[in-house]
C-alpha cells in the first residue's frame, strides 16, 4: 500500500484479494478542500464515499471503507446475501 504522489494529487494503492485498487485525492479549488476517489481495476468502477474535506488521512480512511464495501458486495467477500423472508 504506496502512497505516491503525481500531478499534485495524491494517490494510495490497495490490493484486496486478487483486486487491485487505486485511491486519488484531488484538490477541488484553492479553498483547501479536497476529494477522495477509488477505482477497482476488476470492473473499472469509480467510487467515493465521501465529498469533500481537509483532512487527507480521513479522505483515505473513508475511501478504503468505500473500497472494502465495494469489493464485499462485487467481489465475493465475505458477505453474503440473504433471502428475503
Excluded at 484479494?17 to 478542500?33: C, H, L
Excluded at 469489493?71 to 446475501?81: F, I
Aim: charge should be positive; aromatic fraction near 8%.
Amino acid at each position: 500500500m504506496a502512497t505516491v504522489k503525481r500531478d499534485g494529487r495524491k494517490r494510495k494503492q490497495l490490493q484486496l484479494g486478487k483486486v487491485r485498487y487505486e485511491i486519488q485525492i484531488s484538490p477541488t479549488g484553492a479553498d483547501g478542500f479536497c476529494r477522495a476517489t477509488w477505482f477497482c481495476s476488476e470492473c473499472a468502477e469509480n467510487g467515493t464515499l465521501s465529498p469533500v474535506g481537509m483532512d487527507v488521512t480521513e479522505l483515505i480512511r473513508e475511501a478504503e471503507i468505500g473500497v472494502r464495501v465495494h469489493h464485499t458486495l462485487y467481489h465475493g467477500g465475505d458477505w453474503t446475501p440473504r433471502k428475503p423472508r
